[in-house]
């Protein structure tokens, strides 16, 4: 027997007298830490799915058989559904923060006013891996990308772009702009999400929705918009030799208009400028000023999203 909409490639394993059928896997590239995290990212996941039944059991035992025996069939199969699927993260979302640049990234991680601080607020991540966190239902908060970092080993120190106080870990600390920003919000039916240049450019990033139903439209900005940054917006290396972050017209200039308060406090009063063009013409999946609403916010029902940074590479 074989599951409906599946092919003999898909199905997972074959476990004592039944099947186990695990299907759509996490997206191809992402290279975990080992390769049990890579196989239990992948059976999670597909649990998680809303749109298919990813993990059924069929058996056939003869009616002889006593109750015994059937634990002794079973008990393999219980093994294995409590390795792969625990209580505490069936019932989570999973963000998934996947390094793609050629350089380490120190994610940041800035929860809401009275959510959890998730990792302790940042870690580093090598070049090619993924770091994947389970997120309480409800929770919501930004993440970024530092890069040009040196900490001693107390946690102390500083990096060119995102720093957050001068600290390995965030603690609910915000990185300093400009730094591009990857703000979700988890609700009960429906999730939001996007990805905002509003505070500035320092890396591209993406976030990648699966395992969800609804529209679950990507949202990012994958340009590298250091090559394209107007000089008055630059931040320039130590050695001046290269742009390392953008700035926005806001952090730049401080100037209402281009902050979006006082008399332009409203998405009547406070209209794109040629500096917010430039970013949406690069990058039209991402907020380039306040109230870039209707073009920039995502949404999904019960997905599972990956955060690239470097999508471009």
């Not at 409906?4 to 997972?12: D, F, L, Q």
């Not at 600390?173 to 919000?185: H, N």
Request: glycine share 10%; net charge positive.
């Amino acid at each position: 027997m074989e599951a409906r909409g599946k092919s003999k490639e898909e199905m997972a394993a074959n476990v004592v007298a039944g099947w186990i059928v695990v299907g759509n896997r996490v997206p191809e590239g992402i290279r975990y830490g080992s390769e049990q995290e890579r196989e239990r990212e992948r059976a999670l996941s597909s649990l998680l799915s809303s749109n298919s039944t990813p993990f059924r059991v069929f058996t056939n035992f003869p009616q002889s058989f006593t109750m015994a025996a059937m634990l002794i069939y079973l008990l393999p199969l219980l093994l294995f559904i409590s390795i792969f699927f625990p209580i505490s993260e069936v019932s989570s979302t999973t963000i998934t923060l996947y390094n793609k640049c050629a350089h380490p990234v120190w994610p940041g991680i800035q929860p809401s006013a009275g959510k959890p601080l998730l990792a302790r607020g940042g870690f580093k991540l090598p070049p090619n891996k993924a770091y994947t966190l389970h997120i309480p239902p409800l929770w919501s908060g930004r993440f970024w990308g530092r890069h040009g970092c040196s900490f001693d080993a107390s946690g102390r120190g500083r990096c060119a772009t995102g720093d957050c106080g001068g600290s390995l870990y965030c603690n609910g600390v915000g990185g300093t702009p400009p730094a591009t920003l990857a703000e979700i919000t988890l609700g009960n039916e429906q999730d939001f999400y996007d990805v905002s240049l509003v505070d500035g450019y320092n890396l591209a990033v993406s976030i990648t929705p699966f395992k969800g139903s609804g529209k679950c439209s990507y949202a990012g900005c994958v340009r590298d918009l250091n090559l394209m940054c107007p000089v008055g917006l630059q931040v320039r290396s130590e050695d001046n030799r290269r742009v390392v972050a953008c700035k926005s017209a806001c952090f730049a200039f401080n100037s209402p208009r281009y902050c979006c308060t006082g008399n332009f406090g409203s998405p009547q009063a406070c209209k794109p400028t040629a500096y917010s063009r430039i970013f949406k013409a690069a990058c039209p999946k991402a907020y380039s000023y306040a109230y870039d609403d209707p073009t920039s916010i995502a949404t999904c029902t019960r997905g599972n999203y990956l955060v690239t940074f470097c999508q471009h590479r």
